[in-house]
């Protein structure tokens, strides 16, 4: 674990208290149909790794399909802030770019999660 890092949304209507599972070494993309249109780099936060600071009555729940991944957005800018996983429930993937002082240009090239071909879509044979 890392020491615990202020991630907001646009406005500030929405501010986290992070702790990361292992700092920015987890950044990454996902292809899914969600995320692709989404387009912003991930980190992990273990399940207790996640404090709402402020704005806790301003975020809004998206999912659909399965309903495993659970993504919560600032109801008031719009901002994308971090969700529980589909393919790990038992951690958080955290928008990058919301993360005071993480300045994209250094991340890149961020790795790429096959989101597509997820596990829970296959089917038995």
């Known amino acids: 674990m890392t020491d615990p890092v202020r991630a ?5 209507a929405v501010e986290l208290r992070v702790t990361l599972s292992d700092g920015f070494n987890t950044a990454r993309r996902c292809d899914c149909s969600f995320c692709r249109r989404r387009s912003v780099p991930v980190v992990s ?3 207790d790794g996640i404090e709402i600071v402020r704005g806790a009555d301003k975020l809004t ?3 659909w399909g399965t309903k495993t ?4 957005f600032c109801s008031v800018c719009g901002i994308y802030m971090y969700h529980r996983r589909r393919s790990n429930p038992n951690e958080y993937g955290v928008n990058l770019y919301a993360i005071e002082g993480a300045e994209p240009k250094a ?3 961020v790795p790429w999660h096959d989101g597509v071909n997820h596990p829970s879509d ?3 044979d």
């Open 8 to 12: 907001t949304c646009h406005c500030g």
């Open 45 to 47: 936060a273990p399940l």
């Open 61 to 63: 729940l998206y999912e």
């Open 69 to 72: 991944a659970k993504h919560h």
């Open 107 to 109: 991340f890149e090239p």
């Open 122 to 124: 296959r089917t038995a």
